[in-house]
């Protein structure tokens, strides 16, 4: 099976959704309007157990990353990288990396999230 | 040291066969690693009134079930489950089976993990390649290409390696301080030599993961017996006291979070530590899940053993190594004894306790710290384990 099948969790179903649409998109507590880590099924601020979905702006930092020099799957050959950013909203994404797997990176780059054909990738901004 | 009294101690110790091949299933193997266990502390199996079952994650319920008591025909139960909480299940049974032992809900409880990753079409690597969800998205890892455990823990790695301003050599001496280790032991798996030269030149696995910094996988089982700390004495066995245990469990938001714990293990530690009226400076040996060598650094500095961005140094100053003052993983650990998840700490802490440990034997091994560590870095569960019924 494609490593591309589309989830059937429902949590997560508009994220997907935003992706096929060209749009990245985060969740926030739907009561206090704060960024929620992906995943959160609660506010961890307010205890409200309402999230909503909105459009990321497309811009963060670069955390971490990694390259992977042995291959797992057909869709991913090595060597090629994977990368935590954290968008400007404050929360963290883990994307797959646009760049050669043998680029300098730094800590804390600043990175350009983009969405083609409904994947997406983040790059060096 | 505050005066600490045990609360409970391990009288039983078993192994069913470790191997690189298919030998037998899991629960062949546990079976197998129980009636050892049961023998070594000199019980009969009717004495077993409690049996803590920990499988692997990646294992399907039925791979090791609870008809293990059928399998066993363990006929006075009294407490039974399966326990599962990733990597640091197995510190979790024998501290669940320490709190029966403690209130008499039973006498003699049985802890085991039982492992098959490695099958006639299964190499280890296939066996461990599914992702790891660290995301929060599901199936997201996989859409990413972060696949296995190697990639989830790479990540958190290469964070920690920038943030401390260290290069991709900080995990050099984790690796070549625990094979120095696994040199001198005889059930190791990986035993030969391995230089600073040969490490660096080891093919990249996830870079800045090599091939040394990560886990040797094998099948095969441990089991142990928790007893009440007054009955330690009766077995044949030379008892191994329990004095303290605690648990941290929160995600791992990386290191500019926002003042918060890095992970969860700094509160396991904490109730340890209170639990035995000690501090990280009464420790005198650690027995540290250590998956990947990196896992080693960042145990070293939550447990309060090393301050944040320090283990490196300490590890390279050949302090965990053979000789050093604080000897780590002493049998080879994970990286290069063996990967039996959770039980390989404790089964290297019985070992050294119980003066099994050959030419990796310490004159006094003191207070040994013992630990778990699940999911990526999510889970913790530690121990503090001793020859003295009294600190």
């Given at each position: ?14 994220f ?5 649409q060209?749009e990245?998109?985060?969740c926030?507590?739907?009561a206090?309007?704060?960024?929620l880590?992906y ?26 990353w990694v390259?992977?020099?042995r291959?797992f799957?057909p ?7 994977v ?5 400007q ?26 969405v ?10 | ?8 101690a ?12 298919f ?10 690693a129980?009636l ?6 000199g ?6 009134d409690?049996?803590?079952?920990n499988?692997?994650p990646?294992?399907p ?6 008809h ?5 025909q ?12 990733e990597?640091?299940s197995?510190a979790q049974?024998?501290q669940?089976a ?21 099958r006639?079409?299964?190499?280890a690597?296939?066996a ?10 599901e199936?997201?890892?996989k ?25 991709d ?7 070549l ?14 035993r ?9 030149a080891a ?6 993961f090599r091939l ?9 089982a441990v ?11 009766d077995?044949?066995?030379?008892p ?15 290191f ?35 998956a ?5 650094l960042?145990?070293?500095?939550e447990?309060?053993i090393?301050?944040p ?16 003052r ?14 039996l998840?959770?039980m390989t700490p ?7 306790l ?7 034997q310490l ?11 699940g999911?990526?870095?999510?889970y913790?569960a ?10």
């Open positions: 099976m494609s490593v591309f099948a589309p989830s059937t969790d429902t949590w997560s179903q508009p997907y959704e935003g992706l096929a060209g990245l998109r985060y926030v507590c739907a206090c309007s704060r960024a880590p995943g959160a099924r609660v506010c961890r601020y307010c205890d409200s157990a309402g999230i909503a979905w909105r459009p990321a702006a497309g811009a963060g930092r670069l955390c971490a390259t992977y020099r291959g799957a869709e991913f050959p090595p060597p090629y990288r990368a935590m950013v954290e968008l909203e404050g929360v963290r994404l883990l994307l797959p990396w646009q760049g050669g797997a043998e680029d300098p990176l730094r800590q804390g780059a600043p990175v350009r999230v983009t083609e054909s409904g994947r997406a990738s983040a790059h060096l901004a | 040291m505050a005066s600490s009294q045990a609360k409970a391990l009288t039983g110790f078993g192994l069913g066969q470790l191997s690189r091949n030998t037998g299933s899991a629960r062949q193997l546990a079976v197998e129980i050892a266990a049961v023998k070594d502390a019980l009969r199996r009717d004495e077993i409690g049996l803590l079952i499988r692997s990646l294992a319920p039925e791979a090791l079930p609870l293990l008591q059928e399998d066993l363990l006929a006075n139960l009294r407490m039974m489950s399966g326990i599962e909480a990597g640091s197995a049974t024998v669940y320490a709190m029966a032992v403690m209130t008499g809900m039973a006498r003699h409880v049985v802890c085991v993990f039982a492992d098959d990753p490695i006639p079409a299964t190499t690597g296939q461990f390649a599914e992702p790891v969800p660290i995301s929060g998205i199936g997201w890892e859409q990413c290409g972060l696949f296995g455990a190697t990639g989830a823990y790479a990540m958190a790695a290469q964070e920690y390696l920038a943030h401390y301003g260290l290069d050599t900080a995990f050099a001496p984790v690796a301080g625990q094979r120095a280790w696994a040199e001198r032991n005889p059930r190791a798996f990986l030969a030599p391995l230089t600073r030269e040969a490490y660096l093919p990249w696995i996830v870079e800045p040394p910094d990560c886990a040797y996988p094998v099948n095969g089991a142990v017996v928790v007893s009440a700390a007054a009955r330690a004495q077995g044949p066995a030379p191994v006291y329990l004095h303290g245990w605690g648990q941290g469990h929160g995600g791992f938001q990386g500019h979070g926002r003042g918060e714990a890095l992970t969860g293990a700094g509160r396991a530690g904490r109730m340890a530590y209170a639990m035995a009226g000690v501090t990280p400076a009464d420790i005198s040996a650690c027995q540290i899940y250590d990947f060598s990196f896992v080693v960042l145990a070293l500095e447990y309060g090393c301050k961005g320090e283990a490196a140094a300490f590890v390279a100053a050949g302090e965990t190594a053979p000789g050093g604080l000897p780590c993983n002493t049998g080879g650990g994970q990286l290069s004894g063996f990967y998840q959770g404790i089964a290297e802490a019985m070992l050294q119980r003066g099994e440990s050959g030419d990796n004159q006094n091994p003191g207070l040994m710290l013992v630990t778990g560590n999911g990526r870095l999510e913790h530690a121990l503090l384990m001793s020859r003295e019924a009294r600190l």
